[in-house]
């Protein structure tokens, strides 16, 4: 018994400990843009290791924000309202799809469903040309609205908020039914509310999806006040040459609004994630 209890707890310290390495080893890449965007020049530089700058240099984010041939500013606030206005809409859609597929009763809709399952194992490269071509006639070249349009449904978000709303007893759709509430009303009142996890963890993945997207909004921006920071930061990156620590503050620009609005919402993914994993 006691061997057990020891072989037990030494396991569990050795997991711990290569989880704690993993760890290290997963975060010390931020550690370094971070303590990077706040050194000075020669700090960055020194053949001589600093691992956090003798005093932060919060200038070089201004310097980066104000910078006139890369306006930051522009494309920090473009990304913002690109991903905000492509996630709403994605929402929006894939509640409706979820709930068609789940409750509605109409002819083929299985079918129709493994179809548009189907269509998820297409590389979405193949839609380039496609949606490049749409995106002309519909006159949206070199616009944001280029960059939120093609992408406002998903067929993945779909399924996985599909798998939460067959959880729900299909008895107390039948008896809102009976009480004569309608779909539009069932829908918003039950089902949308008990579903808040899996909504708060479909928003953020397209969220940041969107917020990384680099090659669709490369091919239809070319004007540079619609440029996202994904783009803007490549053309950065080419300007600011060896200015080593502009170059780590615009990472950082990047890259920390998705940390923070991961570690405020990680709570939510792993719940909506185990819900929508769940058979349904």
């Avoid at 240099?57 to 006139?68: C, D, E, F, R």
């Avoid at 917020?211 to 909004?217: D, K, R, S, V």
């Avoid at 921006?221 to 780590?248: E, K, P």
Wanted: glycine share 6%; aromatic share 16%; hydrophobic share 50%.
């Amino acid at each position: 018994m006691n061997n057990d209890r020891i072989d037990s707890k030494g396991l569990r310290i050795l997991v711990f400990i290569l989880l704690s390495a993993g760890a290290v080893v997963m975060l010390f890449p931020f550690f370094w843009m971070i303590s990077g965007s706040l050194k000075t020049l020669r700090e960055i530089t020194s053949p001589k290791i600093v691992w956090w700058p003798e005093k932060m240099q919060w200038g070089n984010y201004l310097a980066v924000l104000t910078m006139k041939s890369n306006p930051f500013g522009v494309y920090f606030r473009n990304s913002v309202i690109v991903a905000v206005t492509n996630t709403v809409f994605t929402l929006f859609t894939t509640i409706l799809g979820a709930f068609a597929f789940s409750r509605l009763e109409f002819k083929g809709r299985d079918k129709l469903f493994g179809f548009l399952l189907a269509t998820m194992m297409v590389p979405s490269q193949m839609y380039l040309i496609t949606n490049f071509i749409t995106i002309t006639r519909m006159g949206l070249y070199d616009t944001l609205w280029a960059q939120i349009v093609p992408y406002t449904a998903s067929v993945f978000y779909i399924y996985l908020l599909r798998q939460f709303f067959n959880q729900i007893p299909n008895q107390i759709y039948l008896a809102a039914k009976v009480d004569g509430c309608s779909d539009w009303k069932f829908l918003w009142k039950m089902m949308v509310p008990n579903a808040k996890s899996s909504l708060v963890t479909i928003g953020l993945f397209n969220f940041i999806a969107s917020w990384n997207a680099y090659l669709w909004p490369l091919l239809v921006t070319g004007n540079i006040n619609n440029r996202v920071l994904s783009i803007g930061l490549q053309y950065f990156s080419s300007d600011a040459g060896a200015d080593y620590h502009l170059m780590m503050a615009g990472a950082t620009i990047v890259v920390l609004p998705l940390i923070l609005i991961y570690l405020v919402f990680q709570k939510y993914i792993i719940q909506g994630i185990a819900r929508g994993g769940l058979k349904g």
